[in-house]
Nanobody
Framework: VQLQASGGGLVQAGGSLRLSCAAS????????MHWFRQAPGKEREFVAG????????NYADSVKGRFTISRDNAKNTVDLQMNSLKFEDTAVYYC?????????????????WGKGTQVTVSS
């Protein structure tokens, strides 16, 4: 499965961005999809996940109530709507695929990764 993330950019604190990840080369609906992020000098951390059908989602505590993950299996895409952005949301954001939707996903559990997209939030 090949994944390509897009939609990053520069936004002021309090603003919104929508990231999108397009999948190809596999059966997209077989996978749970996730967003991770990595800030300079920090480990890659889980942000949000969604199961194969879109019926179950989970979020890191730091983004709950501000970010929403969704997917469209007909288009092979998964999106991350980010609202009320904070300076500390600044990072490179990655989409990743895993067979399972885990309660506390970690990076090494993911089966496939896309290249990241930079999100910069100015304070």
């Amino acid at each position: 499965v090949q994944l390509q993330a897009s939609g990053g950019g520069l936004v002021q604190a309090g603003g919104s961005l929508r990231l999108s990840c397009a999948a190809s080369g596999g059966t997209f609906s077989h996978y749970s999809m996730h967003w991770f992020r990595q800030a300079p000098g920090k480990e890659r951390e889980f942000v949000a996940g969604i199961n194969w059908s879109g019926g179950n989602t989970n979020y890191a505590d730091s983004v709950k109530g501000r970010f929403t993950i969704s997917r469209d299996n007909a288009k092979n895409t998964v999106d991350l709507q980010m609202n009320s952005l904070k300076f500390e949301d600044t990072a490179v954001y990655y989409c990743a695929a895993d067979i399972l939707l885990r309660s506390q996903p970690i990076a090494r559990q993911m089966d496939y990764w896309g290249k990241g997209t930079q999100v910069t939030v100015s304070s």
